[in-house]
């Protein structure tokens, strides 16, 4: 069985501060590697590689992490930070691992099946989009799934205790949270129409068919 992982190719980066600006331009990244007694080192990697790279592996696969082609170092990518209306990758944090220690992540939830509920009463299918858990790096699971197909009716709910969790990683979220449940459909609330002034009701400001001083009555505008 092939332990190859996939691999991110770096450079040390002495650019910091408003100037990593520069590196954007030149389609660079620029990072951080760092990790539990490792010395932090400021990084860029190619922006077009590093995208395709995260699209494939998420936050929870391992990656090897060579910088100015040195010994690859083993890695997670921790966070990516993104504009705020464009959502460009503005920054990357790299976490070096240490295959001995486990470690607490949040998993991305998978949702499988169809829910009843959703077809054929037309609720809204609610999930949570992540768990948390922990286990040596090597063993954290790419996602997890959460089936719906017994969410029959509004009532029914799949609590986070009922899914299936690998052996060797430990849940760290409270089982007692619901994972996923259907929503009924909404009812917009209908607002009784106010009896006229016409019908007989006093109006504010004076009896019944008076408009209050100075305001024009209904239907006279200009």
Do not use: C, W
């Not at 509004?154 to 690998?166: K, N, S």
Request: overall charge negative.
């Amino acid at each position: 069985m092939s332990t190859a992982r996939p691999t991110l190719a770096a450079a040390k980066r002495e650019i910091t501060g408003k100037k990593v600006a520069q590196l954007r331009r030149a389609g660079r990244l620029p990072g951080v590697l760092f990790g539990h007694g490792v010395a932090s080192e400021n990084v860029s990697v190619d922006t077009h590689e590093f995208e395709l790279l995260h699209r494939q592996v998420g936050n929870t696969t391992l990656i090897d992490v060579a910088v100015d082609g040195h010994k690859a170092r083993t890695a997670l990518i921790y966070g990516v930070q993104r504009e705020p209306l464009k959502h460009r990758m503005v920054h990357v944090d790299l976490f070096v691992v240490r295959m001995t220690e486990e470690l607490t992540v949040e998993v991305p939830v998978t949702v499988t099946g169809s829910a009843p509920a959703v077809a054929q009463l037309g609720g809204t299918l609610s999930h949570v989009s992540s768990l948390k858990v922990r286990a040596l790096p090597d063993h954290l699971p790419g996602h997890i799934d959460v089936a719906v197909d017994s969410l029959v009716d509004f009532d029914a709910v799949v609590h986070v205790g009922d899914l299936a969790i690998p052996a060797d990683v430990t849940l760290v979220t409270d089982g007692n949270e619901v994972a996923a449940r259907v929503l009924p459909p909404r009812v917009e609330e209908v607002v009784p129409v106010a009896e006229t002034a016409a019908e007989g009701a006093p109006t504010e400001e004076g009896e019944a068919g008076e408009a209050p001083s100075g305001e024009a009555t209904s239907g006279s505008e200009g």
